[in-house]
T-cell receptor, first 115, second 112 residues
């Protein structure tokens, strides 16, 4: 149980285009999901908290107009990187909270490369 | 503020030897502590957690961790390392519901 999937697992896009990454909870409902960014061999940086049916909560320094988050259902959150630039290239990971409120279940991540 | 620290960026051990990956915490009240493992180009996988109870916590893949309140530590251990244990390990503490603060990570390399 408690499986989180991400799609795509990797994507290459040209500078200036937009890319959408999906995060799904496969066997449970997640009212809250989290989006992280990770640079090589570094820790996870929380970007935003995705709330089902309401606006996402962004961490300080994260541009909400650049990283659009939509949590339209209890099993799906999407992150859209708008007008991507090479500096947006990174590994993006989503997670969903477990029923106890303390565990997190992570997706396998999406490798974004902007050329 | 809740925080964890992993003092070692890199740990190298020989296969078959015991391994320790260190984590110290700064938490108000009773700490909840987690260990996660990340393989290359993959998300994080839960290894084990300490909520309350026995100080020695057993987790997945033969790993265990010892909660030490006096030293504010929660070191990850395994009696006999495998090459397949080579990965990036994160210690974490919950901030709010479902959200965690992670350590900087420790790269474990097990050599044959």
């Amino acid at each position: 149980g408690a499986v989180v999937s991400q799609h795509p697992s990797w994507v290459i896009c040209k500078s200036g285009t937009s890319v959408k990454i999906e995060c799904r909870s496969l066997d449970f409902q997640a009212t809250t999901m989290f989006w992280y960014r990770q640079f090589p061999k570094q820790s996870l940086m929380l970007m935003a908290t995705s709330n089902e049916g309401s606006k996402a909560t962004y961490e300080q320094g994260v541009e909400k107009d650049k990283f659009l988050i939509n949590h339209a259902s209890l099993t799906l959150s999407t992150l859209t990187v708008t007008s991507a630039h090479p500096e947006d290239s990174s590994f993006y990971i989503c997670s969903a909270g477990g029923p106890s409120g303390y565990e997190q279940y992570f997706g396998p991540g999406t490798r974004l490369t902007v050329t | 503020a809740q925080s964890v620290a992993q003092p070692e960026d890199q740990v190298n051990v020989a296969e078959g030897n015991p391994l320790t990956v260190k984590c110290t915490y700064s938490v108000s009240g009773n700490p909840y502590l987690f260990w996660y493992v990340q393989y290359p180009n993959r998300g994080l996988q839960f290894l084990l957690k300490y909520i309350t109870g026995d100080n020695l916590v057993k987790g997945s893949y033969g790993f265990e961790a010892e909660f030490n309140k006096s030293q504010t530590s929660f070191h990850l251990k395994k009696p006999s390392a495998l090459v397949s244990d080579s990965a990036l390990y994160f210690c974490a503490v919950p901030r709010t519901r479902g959200k965690s603060t992670f350590g900087d990570g420790t790269t474990l390399t097990v050599k044959p």
